[in-house]
Every structure is written in structure tokens, then in C-alpha cells.
């Protein structure tokens, strides 16, 4: 649970580090396209959610949460969030991660919701489909990569992962 803005930046930091593990297993593994199109799905969710949250109802409700991209287009997209996402938890701090994100869904209907906890949905979100993707390598004969969050910490606490 995201309960600081100390614990909001690592997770952050270690979902950028598992996206850029998936980014290199999808190069190794090119006959995956449906982890291509999920991972896909995984940027463009984080990207609508940032929207959401810097733009709220001026955010567009009408996001293509599942363009097909291909693996270059993924990478400028990922490298984007990244920088977007550094920017936006650097400036935040924990008065901020009470405000309200106020924004209308895929369908049009209107929510609230703290940035606490889109921030905490972005990261399961995200690691939910890593899973997806994940399998999808394995199935097509590639070696899916190690993303668990302990592995995360393992490398960070060896060497000082960005």
C-alpha cells in the first residue's frame, strides 16, 4: 500500500524498472505479439492515468486503452512516462497524494478518486498485465523476465537502481 510519497516514488521507480525488463524480453522474443499489444495496454493505461491526474475532466475519456504499437513505438512511449511520471511524484509531496482526481472513465461516467489511490491502482494494474505478458513470452518459447518486486530489491540493494 502506498502510504508516503517516499513509498509512491519506489514503487514507481521499481514499475519502471520491470517495464524496461519487459521492453528487452520483447526484443528477444519478436514472435510474441500478443505480449507486444498488452504491454502496449500497459503504457497506454499508465499514461491515461497521469493524464487523469495532472488534467482531470479536461483528460480525454476517449483513450485507445489497446493500440497496437510496435516495440519502438513502445519504447519512446515507456522512456515518456518515465520522465512524466519522475517529473509529476518529485513535485508531489504527501498533501498531494490526498487530492482527488476527478475524471470520467472509458464509458463517459464521472469519478473521484485520491491520487493515492490511482497511483497504487497504476502499479497493480501494471503488474497484473506483466503477468499476462509474461506468459505469452513463455508460450512462445521465449524466456520470460524476472519482475518480481523482491528481484526489484535484491538489484537495488547491490547497485543503485533508477
Same mark, same amino acid.
Not at 514499475?15 to 497506454?44: C, G
Not at 497511483?119 to 497493480?124: A, G, I, R
Not at 503477468?131 to 521465449?142: E, Y
Given at each position: 500500500m502506498l502510504d508516503s510519497i517516499d513509498s509512491a516514488r519506489e514503487m514507481f521507480r521499481y514499475d519502471h524498472w520491470a517495464n524496461r525488463r519487459v521492453l528487452e524480453a520483447l526484443r528477444s522474443a519478436p514472435e510474441a505479439q500478443s505480449a507486444l499489444r498488452?504491454?502496449?495496454?500497459?503504457?497506454?493505461?499508465?499514461?491515461?492515468?497521469?493524464? +487523469?491526474? %495532472? +488534467? =482531470?475532466?479536461?483528460?480525454?475519456t476517449g483513450s485507445d486503452f489497446w493500440p497496437s504499437l510496435t516495440l519502438a513505438e513502445?519504447?519512446? %512511449?515507456?522512456?515518456?512516462?518515465e520522465e512524466q511520471y519522475r517529473t509529476f511524484l518529485s513535485e508531489l509531496d504527501a498533501d498531494g497524494l490526498r487530492r482527488v482526481a476527478e475524471y470520467r472513465n472509458s464509458r463517459g461516467e464521472l469519478y473521484h478518486t485520491s491520487f493515492t489511490d490511482v497511483l497504487q491502482h497504476v502499479v497493480s494494474h501494471s503488474? #497484473?498485465? &506483466?503477468?499476462?505478458?509474461?506468459?505469452?513470452? &513463455?508460450? /512462445? =518459447? /521465449?524466456? !520470460? !523476465?524476472?519482475?518480481? #518486486?523482491?528481484?526489484?530489491? +535484491?538489484? &537495488?540493494?547491490?547497485?543503485?537502481v533508477q
Amino acid at each position: 500500500m502506498l502510504d508516503s510519497i517516499d513509498s509512491a516514488r519506489e514503487m514507481f521507480r521499481y514499475d519502471h524498472w520491470a517495464n524496461r525488463r519487459v521492453l528487452e524480453a520483447l526484443r528477444s522474443a519478436p514472435e510474441a505479439q500478443s505480449a507486444l499489444r498488452t504491454f502496449a495496454h500497459i503504457l497506454a493505461a499508465e499514461r491515461t492515468w497521469l493524464d +487523469r491526474m %495532472l +488534467r =482531470g475532466l479536461d483528460a480525454t475519456t476517449g483513450s485507445d486503452f489497446w493500440p497496437s504499437l510496435t516495440l519502438a513505438e513502445c519504447e519512446s %512511449l515507456l522512456k515518456g512516462i518515465e520522465e512524466q511520471y519522475r517529473t509529476f511524484l518529485s513535485e508531489l509531496d504527501a498533501d498531494g497524494l490526498r487530492r482527488v482526481a476527478e475524471y470520467r472513465n472509458s464509458r463517459g461516467e464521472l469519478y473521484h478518486t485520491s491520487f493515492t489511490d490511482v497511483l497504487q491502482h497504476v502499479v497493480s494494474h501494471s503488474a #497484473y498485465h &506483466r503477468g499476462q505478458v509474461a506468459s505469452a513470452v &513463455r508460450a /512462445s =518459447g /521465449s524466456t !520470460p !523476465p524476472l519482475v518480481d #518486486y523482491i528481484v526489484y530489491v +535484491r538489484e &537495488r540493494d547491490r547497485e543503485d537502481v533508477q
